[in-house]
């Protein structure tokens, strides 16, 4: 009892000693891009729930979604601005990279330049969803509003200089992007994927999170400038806790980029999820989970890049990049192809990463911005070839799409080429910029595996444009017999066209918005594949910046 | 003997492997979730150690963040499953094979 007594006087006595904890210093002007997407995300929410006249209208909300797109991309136009003046002598003015709350929020071109990127790929994946959902029967506010926060997770990575702030930008795209994958109730692929999906996340997740913990442990603070001036200043004796550390965030970052060996959930969610979906997927949770890669990696750990994460990394890059061309060729469905494709991809964008080089971070970054609108506009097409109930993706759905669809195909054909990176398109200038910077940092072995899966992967894209262009469908359903008389074979031929027509299913329709979604896709991938300068000269300019708040 | 940092490290790190193995081994979707959460717990405990050793409260302060996201992660999935169980009651992971290839 007395011991009683006498702790709560001593807790009493510490209360009145607690003294008024000062609170950082916040600029809000940093944080309007992100305020304009997640605040426009839950206004969407509380609107459509009190007004649900304004839910009914599919048009209403996907204009809203694209305009909150749109409006996050404007706002990042007066910080680029900023970040990139430079104050002439004497001047007093603001200007370069800074970072708020403490440190805790970064504002660099790096960031900025990410934002705009998972902006566009909310804008192009909205487009392509409002007729999907109107087919599928599916409408309602739930999925845009998705849409808008987990790409507000994905620029909270893109600015965080904290590891526990990476973390919450990571769950929010994460778990936002859990539930779209199994937004469509009546499929159990959708659900399927949504459970693998989340189940695998979280699992990643926790392996993040162990990682933080070790590298807070081993430095004593989850913060990246701190942590950076910490290694910089110290040498650790004994760094096992955090290399593990190391090890376990690249194990988080490798799951959300689908790098090998870390991929195995990606065919399954890509072929499950919702079409439209996937093309965010593909695009935005890319985008976001190699902008946490990039800041932490490159920015934290700079002084452990040489011995420690950059074998790594070279290793992942180059299991990556072959494990994802190679599996993808003996696919027989579209979109996982196209999903074992992204994992090619994404060892790819490792290879400029593993240079940890400015020439490396500003080829990442290009090939990002390029590989975003690509594939939003090969899901895009993909989506219209599903039609209704979204299943029609086996590659002989597309056997004649040329004689069906001949501007689809065509468009999709450039897609594919700019995939493969076939020269006057964005693709070709992003495989282009990573390999050089593999070049100028002397990995030679990575370039020339680049070059090598660069060929691999060229046959597994001719492959769907020779199913598009080459195959006929009446060859698919038997000959006509060369013996039969004139009106036999009329009749012959006749019966064979009803069968192809009833084997094509119902006709490809091309709805307003998803087109002006594949336009935007085939506009950017064809301008910077004329003239890379376009995005090139923005990446240069992007390269992450730590600076210590009040600096 | 002195109970120091590094039981409670190795304890965390026993947590979290169990969490880990039982994730893999186990077939029920629910069990399978109670793993992750395992392993997140596992993590709060490294976290607090570390903060104890380390004398500073940022850790202590990480722990609230992760109990914030893992709870939020319990909904969306706990919502998923229960999905996915209506429409096949006895679903095991193994069942889940509509996506193979």
């Given at each position: 009892m007395n011991n009683l007594l006498h702790l709560s006087q001593s807790v009493l006595a510490q209360n009145e000693a607690i003294p008024q904890l000062p609170t950082p210093e916040i600029a809000w002007s940093a944080f309007i891009p992100l305020l304009i997407l997640a605040v426009g995300g839950l206004l969407l929410l509380t609107f459509t729930s009190l007004m649900p006249a304004f839910a009914k209208s599919s048009w209403a909300l996907t204009g809203y979604t694209v305009a909150v797109a749109i409006g996050t991309i404007v706002a990042c136009i007066p910080l680029w601005n900023r970040v990139q003046r430079v104050c002439e002598a004497g001047e007093v003015c603001q200007a370069g990279a800074f970072s708020t709350a403490a440190g805790a929020w970064g504002v660099d071109g790096f960031s900025i330049f990410l934002t705009i990127l998972m902006a566009a790929s909310v804008a192009l994946a909205a487009l392509v969803m409002h007729d999907y959902l109107e087919t599928e029967g599916l409408t309602g506010p739930e999925p845009y509003v998705l849409l808008m926060l987990s790409a507000s997770g994905g620029v909270i990575m893109a600015s965080a200089n904290d590891l526990i702030v990476v973390f919450i930008g990571l769950e929010i795209l994460s778990i936002a992007v859990y539930v779209l994958a199994g937004?469509?109730?009546?499929?159990l692929a959708s659900q399927e994927a949504a459970v693998k999906y989340l189940v695998l996340g979280a699992f990643a997740s926790a392996f993040f999170l162990y990682g933080i913990s070790m590298v807070y442990g081993a430095?004593?603070?989850?913060?990246l400038i701190d942590i950076q001036g910490f290694l910089a200043t110290n040498v650790l004796t004994s760094n096992g806790t955090l290399l593990a550390g190391i090890a376990m965030l690249l194990i988080g970052f490798g799951f959300k980029i689908a790098a090998v060996p870390f991929h195995a959930w990606t065919p399954d969610v890509y072929q499950g999820a919702p079409s439209p979906v996937v093309a965010y997927m593909a695009s935005g949770v890319k985008v976001a989970g190699f902008a946490g890669l990039m800041r932490v990696f490159l920015l934290a750990f700079t002084d452990y890049a040489?011995?420690?994460w950059r074998p790594v990394m070279l290793v992942l890059a180059i299991a990556t990049m072959a494990v994802g061309a190679v599996l993808a060729?003996?696919?027989?469905d579209v979109k996982r192809t196209l999903a074992y494709s992204s994992i090619s991809h994404a060892g790819f964008i490792m290879v400029g990463v593993h240079a940890a080089s400015d020439v490396g971070v500003s080829a990442a970054l290009f090939y990002l911005a390029a590989y975003t609108f690509i594939v939003a506009g090969s899901f895009g097409v993909i989506t219209l070839v599903g039609r209704k109930g979204d299943n029609l993706h086996a590659l002989s759905d597309y056997h004649g799409l040329s004689r069906r669809r001949p501007m689809l195909a065509v468009v999709f054909t450039i897609f594919l080429l700019a995939q493969a990176g076939v020269p006057l398109t964005s693709g070709f200038f992003a495989k282009f910029y990573v390999i050089r910077a593999a070049v100028e940092g002397e990995s030679y072995v990575l370039a020339i595996a680049a070059m090598i899966t660069a060929v691999i992967g060229a046959f597994l894209y001719l492959r769907i444009i020779v199913a598009m262009f080459m195959s006929d469908p009446l060859d698919d359903h038997g000959e006509i017999d060369a013996n039969l008389s004139d009106e036999e074979a009329a009749a012959a031929r006749i019966e064979l066209r009803d069968k192809v027509t009833a084997a094509e299913g119902p006709p490809i329709r091309i709805p307003t918005l998803a087109a002006v979604s594949i336009g935007l896709a085939l506009l950017v991938t064809v301008a910077v594949g004329f003239l890379p300068g376009l995005v090139s000269g923005f990446a240069n300019d992007a390269l992450p910046q730590l600076v210590a708040a009040g600096s | 003997m002195e109970i120091t940092a590094n039981w409670y490290l190795i304890l965390s790190a026993v947590l979290f492997s169990i969490g880990v193995v039982g994730l893999l081994i186990r077939r029920n979707p629910l069990v399978m979730f109670m793993c992750v959460e395992l392993m997140l717990n596992a993590v709060n405990l490294s976290f607090v150690t570390f903060s104890n050793a380390l004398n500073d409260v940022g850790g202590q302060v990480a722990v609230f963040f992760v109990l914030v996201v893992a709870a939020a992660e319990v909904v969306v999935g706990l919502a998923v499953i229960v999905a996915i169980m209506r429409r096949r009651p006895t679903a095991t992971a193994d069942d889940l094979s509509v996506l193979a290839g």
């Open positions: 937004m469509h109730l009546l499929r430095t004593g603070s989850t913060s040489a011995d420690d060729i003996v696919q027989t | -």
